[in-house]
């Protein structure tokens, strides 16, 4: 496991705390929550695009003939 230094804008400070209270988790457990979801958000919205990115390569003629009727 690695150990970083992370340096927090003093006014996130106690909105974290509050989380992290509320979800009776530790600070660091909600940081990494946190970043475990941004990095799965990431991904999916990546999959996301390529695949529509694939669709509309496949399909340019067909949704060119669709706008034009």
Do not use: Y
């Amino acid at each position: 496991m690695s150990t970083r230094s992370i340096r927090f804008p003093d006014e996130l400070d106690a909105p974290l705390a509050a989380l992290a209270e509320e979800d009776r988790i530790s600070v660091n457990t909600a940081v990494v929550r946190a970043v475990e979801d941004t990095i799965a958000r990431r991904s999916q919205e990546s999959a996301i695009a390529n695949a529509a990115d694939l669709v509309f390569g496949k399909r340019a003629e067909l949704f060119k003939r669709l706008a034009d009727t």
